[in-house]
């Protein structure tokens, strides 16, 4: 049998001599090293093509760079050689090299009270881009957390006094009475809504750490009410009395996240997202706040 030369259309010249921005391939499955666990991760890879002339990339290459993702735990570094072995395998081909990793970093939760843990989902999607020669990572990460409005705390607490006011009416004050009615149902004749919030984190990355758990823990202790994972009523209660410690309007939660990520050495520049999915409204509210690192 004759050896037949397999047709390579890549190689051959593009009949509109055309560069283009990126070109590579989404939604590849791969595992990936992150916080001592192996993650199943989405990648997109890509790079651009200069060469016009070019007909197209070789998507192989790209795909067999990734494989170097799989023995090794994700850093910046490993990242940018990702991208270097893109353009090395591209050359005369393409000047830039992106790759964006998809996944969702699990991480195990203490209750807040009792001595049980559960785990937490967190979706984290890293990009990296090699860029005329200029490193750069981002990541997102999505932090869910518990708000109470207080606007409507204030006016359920009006309420709760209206209630008193006119339960004490004509009975003189005995500490007995007044403690039974602040445990009844009268005692909290109103309460205010609460919602479950996210906050989307966008984050510049400096140094050779991504920093993730970090930045998720510093995220959930300015918010004070990080969903929970195992919760038992000690742990609601407890969970209760931060939510009433920690009354949050959007532009709260913004504020809180901006000072926490700012004080992160990891931290270049981000642009944060906080979503508050009203139980008011049938609408969210939401709030964003940018920043970027004074490097002077
Ligand atoms: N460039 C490009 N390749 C595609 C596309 N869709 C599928 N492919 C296939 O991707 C496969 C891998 O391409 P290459 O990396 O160039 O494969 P190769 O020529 O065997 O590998 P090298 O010898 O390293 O160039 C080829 O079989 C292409 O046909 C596309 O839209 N663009």
Redo the contacts with the bound molecule.
Sequence with gaps: MNALTLP???AQASRQALPLDWVGMCGIALPVLLDGQRLAAIADAGVSLDDGTAR??????LYLALEMLEQQPLTPALLRNVLQRFLDTHEDLSKDAYLRIHTNLLLKRPALVSPLEGWKSYPVSIEARLENQMFHVELKIDVTYSSTCPCSAALARQLIQQQFLQDFAHTPLQHEAVLTWLGSANGIVATPHSQRSSAQLNVQLQGDDLAIVDLINAAEAALGTAVQTAVKRADEQAFALANGQNLMFCEDAARRLNLALKRSDAVKAFHLKVIHAESLHAHDAVAESRWTRDCA
Excluded at 56 to 61: D, K, L, P, Y
Aim: without cysteine.
């Design positions: 390579d259309i890549a197209g990339i070789h998507m192989s290459r």
